[in-house]
């Protein structure tokens, strides 16, 4: 694990005689106030852009500030109000942004030790707190901030830390976890984490085909917009901030379940129900009602074909010791993968606006069972007749069923021949 080394490293020469735990805070506060000001900057630009239109005479540029620092914590899990409507649909690719912010710091200025790490998610977490409490979020608003703070910053962070020259392994830091857990079960649980992966490509590639496939449609909204050279770019930046939830909605879509966006919508292969929706371009990008039924019903089978992927891992990493070693395996990966997806919907999902929108998203247990169920079929149509200790038990059970019917019969042929001398003897 991390351990705090009285050595000097070359990454004290930031901060010459500073604690530890005062460079791991610096490199907190730096990863959050690099990401702020990647949504303040434009923020301002904007302000500055439409500060002659009359209608923005008695907003202050301290509003776009504010407007960034809810949009920060939006991303960090906490709901902000638009037009008197609760939006919590949190956007994923501010969320990646501020996570990349705090990897980048961590690893150019952080402190790879057990001080420094606990000293800089810590501080990011407070940090969050502290944005949440200056604009005003109430009780609820600053505990939601400190716990997004202490997820993200543990993820950035400890990910930057990780890349450090002097820092351990991630393999080392696991290790007295690792001894405490069956063999089959971790690899499962990389099996499953693989199976995730995997489920996340194979939606991003159908993302951007959906996109392809419906730009007609997202040129006409665009046009109908209206928009001017700034409204373009703050749509645009919109857009991209919620890309990565069209990626897990088409994960949820993969998956047959489906998605909504709005309430008495749905999204899936077996049948698509549309309703109205916002101008918003992105979502032309959703399938049409005539991409559903027929062939596209068998599209979850997509799912086994990821788990012969992690029944193949599985199989090559697992040394079997017991038959029932690579089913406890290939449980491991369908609770993983049926857990990570689940977590996957439940980030994505929330609410987008007012009335109908206020249900955007994927069921998040449907969807994780779901994937349980298709992957683990694949790993285990995979993992179980190739593993040689299933093979030996079934040929050992295969040949002690023989015998058991060999000794049978030849105790029947004995019984059957003394029956027959009987019967002679009783004729003569």
Do not use: K
């Given at each position: ?37 990647v ?32 949009l ?10 638009v ?24 690893r ?17 977490a ?8 200056v604009?005003?979020?109430g ?14 910053g ?5 990910r ?18 690792a001894?405490?857990?069956?063999a089959a ?6 099996g ?13 590639l ?12 997202v ?23 919620y890309?990565p939830?069209?990626v ?57 074909a ?7 891992a599985v199989?090559?990493?697992l ?13 491991a ?9 689940a ?19 994927a ?10 169920a298709?992957v683990?079929l ?30 049978a ?20």
């Amino acid at each position: 694990m991390l351990q705090d080394d009285p050595r000097p490293s070359f990454f004290t020469s930031a901060i010459d005689g500073a604690p530890r735990w005062a460079v791991g805070a610096l490199a907190a506060v730096q990863g959050a106030a690099l990401s702020l000001l990647v949504l303040a900057v434009p923020a301002v630009a904007v302000f500055v852009a439409t500060s002659a239109d009359p209608s923005n005479a008695e907003v202050a540029w301290t509003r776009a500030v504010v407007v960034a620092a809810h949009l920060w914590l939006l991303a960090h899990g906490v709901p902000t109000a638009v037009g008197g409507a609760e939006v919590s649909l949190v956007p994923l690719g501010l969320t990646l942004l501020a996570a990349f912010t705090c990897a980048a710091s961590a690893r150019r200025s952080g402190v790879a030790t057990r001080t420094g790490a606990l000293a800089s998610v810590t501080a990011y977490a407070l940090l969050a707190a502290l944005v949440a409490l200056v604009c005003g979020t109430g009780g609820s608003g600053v505990l939601r901030a400190l716990l997004g703070g202490l997820v993200v910053g543990a993820v950035g962070l400890g990910r930057g830390l990780l890349r450090r020259a002097e820092a351990p392994a991630l393999e080392d830091l696991v290790a007295p976890l690792a001894r405490r857990l069956p063999a089959a079960v971790l690899v499962g649980v990389r099996g499953g984490a693989l199976a995730v992966a995997a489920l996340v490509a194979v939606a991003g590639l159908l993302a951007a085909l959906w996109v392809v496939a419906g730009r007609a449609t997202v040129g006409d909204v665009v046009g109908m917009l209206g928009l001017d050279a700034v409204g373009g770019v703050v749509l645009a930046v919109a857009e991209l901030a919620y890309l990565p939830n069209l990626v897990v909605w088409a994960l949820a879509w993969l998956a047959g379940p489906g998605f909504a966006v709005g309430t008495g919508t749905r999204f899936a292969p077996a049948e698509v129900v549309h309703g109205p929706l916002p101008a918003v371009p992105m979502l032309g990008a959703l399938p049409a009602p005539d991409l559903a039924g027929g062939a596209l019903v068998a599209v979850p089978a997509v799912l086994v074909a990821v788990g012969l992927l992690a029944g193949s891992a599985v199989h090559r990493r697992l040394v079997t010791v017991r038959a029932r070693d690579v089913l406890v395996a290939v449980g491991a990966v369908a609770v993983t993968s049926g857990l990570g997806t689940a977590v996957l919907q439940l980030l994505a999902a929330g609410a987008a606006g007012p009335g109908r929108m206020a249900q955007v998203g994927a069921s998040a247990w449907l969807v994780g069972l779901a994937v349980a169920a298709g992957v683990g079929l694949g790993a285990l149509l995979l993992a179980v007749p190739a593993d040689t200790a299933v093979r030996a038990a079934v040929r050992a059970r295969w040949a002690a069923t023989r015998a058991r019917r060999g000794a049978a019969g030849a105790t029947g042929g004995a019984g059957d021949a003394t029956a027959e001398g009987d019967r002679a003897d009783a004729a003569r």
